[in-house]
């Protein structure tokens, strides 16, 4: 079945940066569309960026442009989310998510993605 494993979440100051990792099995990971999403304590969950199955188009949330960057290795069924200049507000769990074929329409909406990992929490502190 599909499981998707996150790692590399921690605690950094702010203005620091973290990598995030997704191992994806169990599905053929090069026609899905990848996403990672985010949850703070008491809000919803938030789509922070996605990338459409051949890796070459992405997108991002306004509050992450420039700073962070999705990228993807179909060879070995791999996502990541590169983290920079990262501020208390990026506080939350990280979740990646999978959803077959493009990511062009509604890539924000978690209840468009049937899959997903166990998330992996990320404190940036001031």
């Known amino acids: 079945q599909v499981q998707l494993v996150e790692s590399g979440g921690g605690s950094v100051q702010a203005g620091g940066s973290l990598r995030l990792s997704c191992a994806a099995s169990?599905?053929?990971?090069?026609?899905?569309?990848m996403g990672w999403f985010r949850q703070a304590p008491g809000k919803e969950r938030e789509g922070v960026a996605s990338?459409?199955?051949?890796?070459?188009?992405?997108y991002y949330a306004d509050s992450v442009k420039g700073r962070f960057t999705i990228s993807r290795d179909n060879a070995n069924k791999k996502l990541y989310l590169q983290m920079n200049s990262l501020q208390p507000e990026d506080t939350a769990i990280y979740y990646c998510?999978?959803?077959?074929?493009?990511?062009?329409?509604?890539?924000?909406?978690?209840?468009?993605?049937?899959?997903w990992g166990q998330g992996t929490q990320v404190t940036v502190s001031s």
């Open positions: 998510a999978a959803r077959i074929y493009d990511c062009e329409n509604n890539w924000r909406r978690a209840v468009d993605f049937p899959y």
């Open positions: 169990g599905y053929d990971y090069k026609w899905y569309c």
């Open positions: 990338i459409n199955p051949g890796g070459g188009t992405t």
